[in-house]
């Protein structure tokens, strides 16, 4: 197995050396290799074929735990969808699908072709604040306000510090609880500024709160999701 893996790299770094320019994805599922024989040759790591949004958001949130942000390829479908649902839930279907993916990398897919207006105008916003950190998320180095997330948990976050800047994924599922304190010890006792960054459209209250360390990030719909910019 061992001469097979290393017979594989060499003709892999053949094919590079002939088409230099060419991306190939790594794929993780169903057992595939996920180390970094493979990673320090491929630039793009699929984490998931997973196909239900919400529970996405657990894996893009642990996913750095395995494999750098800039090569891990979160899914990000926002579906036509003909259910009749209000204008409000498709808004936040897809920008909770933007959020899963644009602190790691995006995979974008879904029926873009058959999306409203709307949704259409919150994936392109998403890809353009994407496209506005895409440089950080490559020096960031990840961290967990909540630590660890699991497909049980109402709440989780995903942090990288890139600098003075911190970028926060904040996703809420389901539960009672409308208001999260997600810590941020090394920024105990710092003026930090706080901006939210997508969507454009929300209005929720958040609070940077300078003696504890903690964004304090009001959510009281289930599932939605919101990125967060601070800058120290």
Not at 5 to 30: A, F
Not at 160 to 173: F, H, N, P, Q, S
Request: aromatic residues 10%; glycine residues 6%.
């Amino acid at each position: 197995m061992l001469e097979h893996e290393r017979v594989y790299l060499k003709w892999l770094e053949g094919v590079w050396m002939r088409y230099p320019d060419l991306i190939i994805e790594n794929c993780s599922s169903g057992g595939l290799r996920m180390d970094y024989a493979m990673l320090s040759r491929y630039s793009i790591q699929s984490t998931s074929d997973q196909d239900d949004y919400r529970l996405y958001a657990t894996i893009a949130a642990n996913a750095p735990t395995a494999v750098t942000p800039e090569q891990a390829a979160v899914w990000a479908y926002p579906m036509n969808h003909e259910e009749k649902i209000s204008q409000r839930e498709l808004k936040e279907k897809t920008v909770f699908n933007m959020v899963n993916a644009m602190l790691l990398r995006i995979h974008q897919s879904g029926h873009l072709a058959k999306l409203d207006e709307m949704r259409f105008g919150l994936v392109k916003e998403g890809i353009g604040v994407y496209k506005c950190i895409r440089r950080d998320i490559a020096e960031g180095l990840p961290f967990w306000p909540l630590g660890l997330s699991s497909f049980t948990d109402e709440w989780s976050a995903l942090g990288l510090k890139c600098g003075e800047k911190r970028y926060l994924a904040v996703w809420r599922r389901c539960g009672q609880k409308e208001t999260m304190d997600l810590p941020i010890p090394e920024l105990k006792g710092v003026d930090v500024t706080v901006d939210r960054i997508y969507p454009s459209y929300a209005q929720e209250a958040f609070a940077w709160n300078r003696n504890l360390g903690s964004l304090t990030v009001q959510l009281p719909e289930e599932y939605t999701a919101r990125m967060f910019e601070l800058r120290i």
